[in-house]
């Protein structure tokens, strides 16, 4: 089994599916992927992006019952977008296991990297050009901790365009 973590920062689409499962095409192994994708769920910054939406207004939410409902639809949309992700890969006629995360994404990366024993690592981002200048992007990141090799994808983006 030639296991893979993948740290995907929204959900793939046909063409990410495809070039993923492309790149290991011709193993001999069986390849099983293991998808995570992070949530944020701080109470701060569930509480600050509400008052951004609020024209300028800082408006602080202090309901508890409000900031868990907030949690909760993030937690119910990253689970739909995880689940419709790990299908595509699955419809491919590969094996996948997926997992949301509210920890530091590359912390749990890196802890599913050990739990799978997985060979290499796929992390998928749209374009941070100002984090990744400054190697503050999750790649970066995790490549200065990961004993696997690593590669980076902009998701939604053809092969051919990511030169």
């Known amino acids: 089994m030639y296991d ?14 495809d070039q993923i499962i492309a790149l290991h095409e ?19 910054i569930l509480t600050s992006s509400m008052s951004a939406l609020g024209a300028g207004q800082i408006v602080p939410i202090t309901e508890p ?12 949309a990253g689970q739909s977008e995880l689940e419709a992700s ?5 419809d491919r006629g590969q094996q996948v296991t997926a997992a949301l995360t509210e920890d530091d ?18 992390i998928l981002t749209e374009p941070h050009v100002v984090r990744e200048f400054l190697q503050l992007d999750w ?25």
Request: charged share 25%; glycine share 2%; net charge negative.
């Open 4 to 17: 893979v973590a993948l740290l995907i920062e929204r959900q793939l689409i046909d063409l990410d599916a």
């Open 139 to 163: 790649t970066s990141r995790a490549q200065r901790k990961l004993d696997v090799p690593s590669v980076h994808l902009l998701e939604h983006v053809p092969f051919d365009a990511q030169r």
């Open 65 to 76: 019952d409000a900031i868990e409902a907030i949690h909760s639809q993030l937690v119910q």
């Open 105 to 122: 994404p590359i912390d749990a990366l890196l802890e599913l990297v050990k739990k799978t024993g997985s060979s290499e690592v796929i």
């Open 26 to 44: 011709g193993l001999d192994d069986t390849v099983r992927y293991h998808l995570l994708l992070p949530v944020e769920s701080s109470n701060a």
């Open 86 to 90: 790990a299908a595509l890969i699955r």
